[in-house]
């Protein structure tokens, strides 16, 4: 079991199913740090409002209720959690704030994508496996756990 954890997440299906298996490696009163990264061209400071940049205002307000979905989640169990929301390439928020905590496991999710998906788009998932100071736990299952 593990006492300091880097969640990430993204609002896809795999969010329930990334909470959960981060519930189970985490130790009694372990830190779990909920992290969501969004474009550095889509974040804004503070709370925006529409009249700021309505689609950087989505995109922000998506993520914290990403976070706080995820928050919710993990309540009640025993851990202390902690919600971040970063501006950035999310391989570079990720690693970084890998980091910066002291992670001693990061959970994330897995697009699959097909050989010449990823030769376009390479996988954050992939590039965070390669690149990651320490080891990651990877949920591969593609659909939500309330859709299982």
């Not at 959960?20 to 925006?48: I, S, T």
Request: hydrophobic share 45%.
């Amino acid at each position: 079991m593990f006492h300091t954890l880097l969640v990430a997440i993204d609002g896809g299906p795999q969010t329930r199913r990334i909470a959960e298996l981060a519930r189970q490696a985490a130790a009694p009163g372990a830190r779990v740090h909920l992290l969501c990264a969004v474009d550095a061209g889509y974040a804004l400071p503070g709370r925006p409002t529409l009249l700021d940049y309505p689609p950087a205002v989505h995109e922000c307000e998506e993520a914290r209720q990403v976070l706080d979905e995820a928050r919710a989640l993990l309540a009640g169990c025993e851990l202390e959690v902690r919600a971040e929301l970063r501006a950035g390439d999310p391989v570079q928020v990720i690693l970084g704030e890998a980091r910066r905590l002291g992670c001693e496991l990061i959970v994330i999710g897995h697009r699959h994508l097909g050989r010449l998906e990823r030769l376009l788009d390479p996988s954050v998932g992939d590039r965070v496996i390669r690149e990651a100071p320490c080891p990651v736990l990877v949920e591969v299952r593609e659909e939500d756990a309330q859709g299982s």
